[in-house]
């Protein structure tokens, strides 16, 4: 095991978590994730992630076609929609994605079609960003296990 | 102090959601539980062995048939729920003379305080706000440890034989005539002071109707 690659790459993977959070892309729910993650499940927090964004993608196709005509909005339906993405976005710690929801689930309730539209293509933007964002995290722990280091504790408080 | 390996905790979790209930799960993993996830409350009912359109409880309190084989010690459940709701689960668990004394915890991602009273009511031990951490399952033990007392109390034992002195108290306490020592032995119970334990043992071996509110046990975990 190259030690200094090892350093490197966990330096890497240190810094750039404490980034995403800085920017709001996670919060402190994430590290309550990453705590359910053992030797024995390696993978909860990857698949656990990607369920999510499963989530994400059905849900705003289906938002998507409710609000597709303008005379024929079902408001309930696209509620129950953000409603779902809000409490997994908030169990996810995808701080930025939980925020969109609380401004989409405002328009539901005022039935502001324009506004729904904004935040459904907001919330699309969000998740998608927070994917590739986590998408690389992931491959820095891939790394570093590949060379035989282990992933650092990071808190962020 | 020793601890020797007890059965685990087994908990019914019910949660319509995918995402939800996995994670619920890997929580009560983590905290040691095993877990059943189902999707409904119905589902949940029949897991427990209660038939839904069932109305004689008699029938099942002794029918050897119902959720005895598999022993549930908590129930958690979302609240926002399709169909059955979380608190319709909750009265028709609390309705049930066999299912009645399994502690439900109710979960939700909305902080509605009329909603919360309600449950807790209706007989919720505990209401949890989503995201649900591993430090709010931490709660979740004294709940399940009554279950386990209840279950016990309810073989029968011979009193005579358990008249035993404990090699871990200290020989100035009195020597308690507890039908139950020997299980009280186990380690699930050391950290209980001796006194309360003479009252968890009443309160839980009444048969009167009106449970141990938690705030009446100083339990530690």
């Keep these: ?34 705590k359910l993650q053992d030797e ?23 938002m998507s076609r409710s609000l597709e005509r303008p005379d024929n909005v079902d408001f309930k339906q696209v509620d129950s929609g953000v409603h779902q993405l809000k409490g997994s976005s908030s169990s996810v710690g995808a701080r930025r994605v939980k925020n969109v929801c609380i401004s989409f689930k405002e328009c539901c309730h005022v039935q502001n079609r324009e506004g729904c539209l904004r935040c459904l ?19 820095l722990e891939q790394q570093i296990l590949q060379a035989g280091g282990t992933i650092p504790q990071v808190d962020i408080n | 102090m020793v601890m020797e390996t007890e059965s685990q905790f087994h908990v019914l979790a019910v949660d319509d959601n995918r995402f939800d209930r996995k994670m619920i799960e890997r929580l009560l993993q983590k905290s040691s539980c095993q877990v059943t996830t189902v999707d409904s409350g119905s589902k949940a009912l029949e897991f427990l062995g209660l038939r839904v359109d069932d109305n004689d409880p008699n029938a099942l309190s002794t029918s050897p048939q119902i959720h005895q084989e598999v022993e549930i010690n908590l129930i958690i459940t979302d609240y926002c729920m399709p169909g059955m709701t ?31 009273s309600r449950c807790l009511e209706e007989g919720a031990e505990e209401f949890f706000l989503k995201p649900v951490k591993l430090a709010d399952l931490t709660k979740l033990k004294p709940h399940m440890m009554k279950t386990k007392l209840k279950k016990e109390s309810e073989k029968p034992v011979a009193i005579e034989e358990e008249i035993v002195v404990s090699e871990k108290e200290e020989a100035s306490l009195v020597i308690e005539i507890l039908p139950l020592h020997q299980e009280l032995e186990s380690e699930q119970l050391e950290p209980m002071l001796s006194s309360n334990k003479r009252k968890a ?21």
């Design chain 1, 1 to 34: 095991m190259n030690t200094t690659v090892v350093a490197q790459l966990q330096r890497q993977f240190q810094d750039y978590i404490v980034s995403l959070y800085q920017q709001g892309f996670l919060d402190n729910q994430f590290s309550e994730l990453r």
């Design chain 1, 40 to 62: 024995g499940t390696p993978d909860f927090v990857s698949e656990v992630v990607s369920l999510f964004f499963d989530d994400c993608s059905k849900l705003i196709d289906t």
């Design chain 1, 121 to 139: 293509q907001q919330v699309d933007y969000e998740y998608k960003m927070l994917k590739t964002k986590l998408q690389d995290l992931f491959n």
């Design chain 2, 86 to 116: 979380g608190y319709d689960l909750l009265k028709k668990v609390k309705e049930s003379a066999a299912l009645r004394s399994i502690p439900v915890v109710i979960m939700s991602s909305e902080n509605v305080p009329a909603r919360i």
């Design chain 2, 201 to 221: 043992m009443e309160e839980v071996i009444s048969t009167d109707r009106s449970r141990p509110k938690y705030n009446d046990f100083t339990t530690s975990v």
